[in-house]
């Protein structure tokens, strides 16, 4: 067919706008999915500084087998939070896709849309988990350690606990962008009235 | 008469439905044409069929076989953009249910399908205000559908439909959800658009108020086209 369209322009700020009005309408509901990611987050966080903390003391035989262990669940406790949050908010919207379907949205439209709020939720949900996490894996060393002794030794290996956030914060990124392409993508690929329709 | 005049035709639609192991025939062998600037209205019991029409007609399903042309242009050969274009710029849908986005403005639903078209921001807030003074509505501008009636509502997603200065508006039983007074109020809406702007009405309806608005009237019944009335039928038939 050639009915000799126009490129479509959907602009970075437009996107951000729209992202932005959905988070604070749906406050409460987006509350709930960032704490999902700021637990999952924060659990990761405060096994990893736990695991830093007790190398640079150099207790004893240094990090143990069952920390490897512990860090190993808290990163699939994370993954399965995270992603299961996202997957609910996703699949909780899919009518309103159909919406955006009908007014002339285009399926890359609508993804993007979705991912833009994940990143944002992300970015929050990684940098809140972060901090949190890094508190309480320096707090549940309190005992091993004098808090002069501590801050001496967090001091000297800050460039560590900085990338470790960062890390946090690309993790949060990676998964709630992820978990929430996936199934954007798949709902945004239903006819309009196929979305409409859904129920969940 | 020239091919222009129908702006919506569709010709022999059939649309199965599987539902596991049934196979539901919801259209079975459609046809009917409509001109531009007509108000049709689509009746009929319920199940007949009026909704998957609304939904073929739009390009919002697809149908099992059969052609729908939109201005003379087949849908089934349009790729994704172009449906999106079609559905952006030709058709302004209308709901029972009304559909609009809750987290924004009465203002904003109006502007999201400018936005999908490109309009630029000025004349997107100097357009959607104009059109919400012509729905009634200039005052409601700032506030988000939960605080609108059902018949604002309904007029914000009129006003929404009209963004793009659709061809044709298509409705699905805009007023089963309103009392007697709000939709008589919204099938003059609908009638003064038809009328003063030119735009062609299609409305799938229960609503014995639709009638004698209607140029014509498509009654379908189990799948099929049982009869086609014009107005002046209509009006024999109301004494008979
Ligand atoms: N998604 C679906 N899956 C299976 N069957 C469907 C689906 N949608 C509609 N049908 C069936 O197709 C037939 C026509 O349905 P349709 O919704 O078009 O009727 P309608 O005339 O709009 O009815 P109403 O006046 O109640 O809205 C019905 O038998 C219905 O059960
Ligand atoms: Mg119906």
Same mark, same amino acid.
């Given at each position: 067919m050639s009915l000799d369209l126009p490129e479509p322009k959907f602009s970075i700020s437009e996107v951000f706008y729209l992202s932005y009005s959905n988070i604070k309408r749906r406050f409460f509901r987006s509350v709930i999915t960032a704490l999902g990611i700021i637990l999952g987050i924060a659990f990761m966080a405060a096994l990893l500084t736990n695991s830093l903390i007790l190398d640079w003391l150099q207790t004893g035989s240094g990090v143990e087998a069952y920390q490897y262990w512990l860090v190993g669940i808290s990163l699939i406790v994370a993954f399965g939070g995270i992603t299961n949050s996202m997957l609910m908010a996703v699949n909780e919207r899919v009518k309103e896709i159909g919406v955006y379907k009908c007014i +002339? +949205? %285009?399926?890359?439209?609508? $993804?993007?849309?979705?991912? $833009?709020?994940? %990143?944002l939720l992300g970015i929050l949900g990684g940098f809140l988990g972060g901090i949190i996490g890094i508190g309480m894996g320096i707090g549940i060393n309190l005992n091993r350690a004098s808090l002069q002794e501590l801050s001496v030794l967090l001091e000297s290996n800050i460039t560590s606990l900085i990338l470790l956030l960062l890390a946090c914060i690309v993790l949060a990124i990676v998964l709630t962008s992820l978990a929430t392409f996936i199934p954007a993508r798949r709902a945004s690929k239903l006819s309009p009235a196929e979305a409409l329709r859904y129920e969940n | 008469m020239s091919l222009e005049e129908f702006v919506v035709e569709i010709d022999d639609v059939y649309k199965e439905y599987t539902l596991g192991k049934v196979i539901i025939h919801a259209l079975q062998g459609v046809s009917f044409k409509i001109k531009r600037e007509e108000y049709v209205s689509i009746m009929g019991p319920s199940g007949s069929g009026k909704s998957t029409i609304f939904n073929a007609i739009g390009g919002l399903d697809t149908v099992t076989s059969g052609e729908i042309y939109i201005d003379q242009v087949d849908i089934a050969e349009l790729d994704a953009y172009e449906l999106a274009w079609l559905r952006n710029r030709k058709i302004g849908y209308i709901f029972q249910t009304f559909n609009l986005l809750l987290a924004f403005s009465a203002q904003e639903n109006i502007e999201i399908p400018m936005v999908f078209a490109g309009v630029p921001r000025e004349d997107r807030k100097k357009k959607s205000k104009e059109i919400l003074k012509m729905v009634g509505l200039e005052d409601r501008a700032k506030n988000k559908p939960g605080q609108l009636s059902g018949g604002q509502q309904q007029r914000v997603a009129i006003a929404r439909a009209l963004a793009n200065d659709p061809a044709i508006i298509l409705a699905d039983e805009p007023t089963a959800n309103l009392d007697l007074a709000t939709g008589l109020e919204i099938i003059g809406l609908l009638k003064r658009l038809n009328e003063e702007q030119g735009t062609t009405i299609v409305s799938a309806t229960h609503d014995l108020? #639709?009638? *004698?608005? *209607? &140029? /014509?009237?498509?009654?379908? /019944? &189990?799948?099929?086209?049982? /009869?086609?009335? &014009? /107005?002046? &039928?209509?009006?024999?038939?109301? #004494?008979?």
């Open positions: +002339g +949205g %285009l399926d890359s439209h609508i $993804v993007r849309l979705f991912i $833009v709020e994940a %990143l | 108020k #639709m009638i *004698s608005i *209607s &140029d /014509r009237i498509i009654w379908i /019944r &189990d799948g099929k086209v049982d /009869r086609i009335e &014009d /107005r002046a &039928d209509i009006q024999v038939d109301a #004494m008979t």
